[in-house]
């Protein structure tokens, strides 16, 4: 069938997008955000400075522009709106899921990730082996964590609790806000060995330092158990259902009684939503890296009644707020 001439454009920028993903992540490793920090800078400096041909460096800003990620006028290149985010895509799921996602096929068909069939390994196990990786993919949860769940510090009252536990934690940056913000609580931050050394660097001798303690493990296998609130913050996304209802079991059978889980994580929002498309992108991009998910309310619901806590977990969202990035809290109590 002849291609009319108002689908062409549709569908030459759906088959160059894998092309849009290169240029931003090469944007990011040679940190365009730096350089064009203090001034504009012509296209044949910026050649020089980033070792690639003027030819080359004219087609790749090009594309820069048109994605708003740097602003072209003329021969000269300024910083956009985005430039400063550019670090973004350095992100280990995003950077080196590139070559990753190649393998999607292989997800799609139920044998494996796209991550182990290409890395010959699980995500964390190559973070694991990798500890640069391990500390940018750290860098990179606090700098999110910094970002989108300050909006979530509103959204439900951590005063009441006196210890709380964040399950999976990362570097303690969600943890850290809660303290801050109440400062007659005690946190506990529950992570991998390797995160927790990381953690500990970071807020050794800060305002919270005391009232911060740190508790290396696999939460496969064990929790603390000395919580009044434990938080599962952006975690079970990395997981498949059946995965994730371990984690919750884990911590069900390690909290004291009364004691309360809250699940914060995205919800793929609906159709009509500013950021349907980013999260059924990202869906994806987690199912095949991680064989984990963005879930939809129902689907959350659906994981969650196969838990110990059964149908006993209330669902809230930030809809209201008017944020175009949707968390939704998920909270039950161990009865
Ligand atoms: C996407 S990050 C979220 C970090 C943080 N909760 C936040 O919201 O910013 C997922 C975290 O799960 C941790 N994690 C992965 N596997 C784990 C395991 N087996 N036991 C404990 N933590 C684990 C990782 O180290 C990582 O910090």
Same mark, same amino acid.
């Given at each position: 069938?002849?291609?009319q001439n108002?689908i062409?454009?549709?569908?030459?920028?759906i088959?160059?997008?894998?092309?849009?993903?290169? $240029?931003?992540?090469?944007?990011?490793?040679?940190?365009?955000?730096?350089?064009?920090?203090?001034?504009? !800078?012509?296209?044949?400096?910026?050649a020089?400075?980033?070792?690639?041909?003027?030819?080359?460096?004219?087609?790749? !800003?090009?594309v820069?522009?048109?994605?708003?990620?740097?602003t072209?006028?003329?021969?000269?290149?300024?910083?956009s709106?985005?430039?400063?985010?550019?670090?973004y895509?350095l992100?280990?799921?995003?950077?080196?899921?590139?070559a990753a996602?190649?393998q999607?096929?292989?997800?799609?068909?139920?044998?494996?990730?796209?991550?182990?069939?290409?890395?010959g390994?699980?995500?964390?196990e190559?973070?694991?082996?990798?500890?640069?990786?391990?500390?940018?993919?750290?860098?990179? $949860?606090e700098?999110?964590?910094?970002a989108w769940?300050?909006?979530v510090l509103p959204?439900?009252?951590?005063?009441?609790?006196?210890?709380?536990v964040?399950?999976?934690?990362?570097?303690?940056?969600?943890?850290?806000?809660?303290?801050?913000k109440?400062?007659?609580?005690?946190?506990i931050l529950?992570?991998?060995?390797?995160?927790?050394?990381?953690a500990k660097?970071q807020w050794a001798?800060?305002?919270i330092?005391?009232?911060?303690?740190?508790?290396?493990?696999?939460?496969?296998?064990?929790?603390?158990t %000395?919580?009044?609130?434990y938080?599962?913050?952006?975690?079970?996304?990395?997981?498949?259902?059946a995965?994730?209802?371990?984690?919750i079991?884990?911590?069900?059978?390690h909290?004291p009684?009364?004691?309360?889980?809250l699940? !914060?994580?995205?919800?793929v929002?609906?159709?009509?939503?500013?950021?349907?498309?980013?999260?059924?992108?990202?869906?994806?991009?987690l199912h095949?890296?991680?064989?984990?998910?963005?879930?939809?309310?129902? %689907?959350?619901m659906?994981?969650?009644?196969?838990?110990?806590f059964?149908?006993?977990?209330?669902?809230?969202?930030?809809?209201e707020?008017?944020?175009t990035?949707?968390i $939704?809290l998920?909270?039950?109590?161990?009865?």
């Amino acid at each position: 069938m002849a291609i009319q001439n108002n689908i062409a454009g549709k569908l030459i920028s759906i088959g160059f997008g894998h092309i849009i993903s290169k $240029c931003a992540i090469i944007a990011a490793e040679h940190q365009l955000d730096e350089i064009l920090s203090d001034q504009p !800078i012509s296209i044949s400096e910026m050649a020089k400075i980033l070792n690639f041909t003027v030819e080359g460096t004219a087609k790749f !800003i090009r594309v820069l522009d048109a994605l708003e990620l740097v602003t072209l006028k003329g021969d000269l290149i300024t910083a956009s709106e985005l430039t400063p985010h550019l670090d973004y895509f350095l992100g280990i799921h995003i950077a080196d899921g590139y070559a990753a996602i190649e393998q999607l096929e292989t997800t799609l068909k139920g044998k494996t990730s796209s991550w182990q069939a290409h890395y010959g390994k699980t995500f964390y196990e190559y973070l694991d082996s990798n500890p640069e990786k391990s500390q940018t993919f750290t860098a990179w $949860c606090e700098k999110t964590a910094t970002a989108w769940l300050t909006a979530v510090l509103p959204l439900y009252d951590f005063n009441p609790y006196n210890t709380i536990v964040d399950i999976a934690g990362g570097n303690g940056e969600l943890l850290s806000m809660i303290l801050t913000k109440n400062p007659h609580v005690r946190g506990i931050l529950f992570e991998q060995p390797v995160v927790i050394e990381q953690a500990k660097k970071q807020w050794a001798g800060s305002e919270i330092s005391k009232r911060l303690s740190y508790y290396p493990g696999d939460f496969f296998t064990k929790a603390p158990t %000395e919580g009044d609130l434990y938080i599962i913050s952006r975690a079970l996304l990395n997981w498949n259902d059946a995965a994730s209802i371990r984690i919750i079991n884990q911590c069900y059978n390690h909290m004291p009684k009364d004691s309360k889980l809250l699940i !914060i994580d995205f919800f793929v929002p609906e159709k009509n939503h500013a950021s349907y498309f980013g999260f059924a992108l990202s869906d994806i991009n987690l199912h095949g890296t991680m064989l984990g998910s963005n879930r939809s309310q129902q %689907e959350w619901m659906n994981l969650l009644q196969n838990t110990q806590f059964g149908s006993n977990f209330v669902y809230s969202n930030n809809e209201e707020s008017g944020s175009t990035l949707p968390i $939704c809290l998920l909270e039950a109590t161990k009865l």
